[in-house]
């Protein structure tokens, strides 16, 4: 069976096309960032997360020695979330990732596969979309509407 895949996705230049709570989204995830442990790969990655009672809670990669026992920012910030808030609908999720050195050319930079599928997990549990944005210090951001746009063909408990 052939599926087509359309990426829904909207694409901005600058932040200032964004809303107060996504440019503060932004630069909650540009602070968190700073404090990424990321002695070994020097990639650091900041997020944050909106919850649908407007508390906003953060996240950074955390690197070890011992590969790969490191922790990307977005599981970090969800990880803590679903421990202390279980029942707290999660309503956006903000990225900024890159090089310590950043330059000019450091693309937006999406969240990776082991990320995608715990944004998933959580999309599935609370039944309802996350928002996803994600962007450089440039500050382009790219947004879809659902975890489902970045991984269409998700694993969920239906399989199970």
Known sequence: MKKDIKIGYEHFKSISELSET??????????????????????????????????????SNQENAAYPSGLCAERTALFWIGANFPNEVIKKIFIIGGPREFSEKTPPIPPCGACRQSLMEYETKQNEDIEVYFSNLNEEVFKVNSIKDLLPFYFDATFL
Request: charged residues 30%; proline residues 3%.
């Open 22 to 59: 996504e440019k503060k989204l932004f630069e909650r995830a540009k602070k968190a960032r700073e404090t990424g442990y990321a002695p070994y790969s020097n990639f650091l990655v900041g997020c944050a997360v909106l919850l649908e009672n407007e508390e906003i809670y953060t996240g």
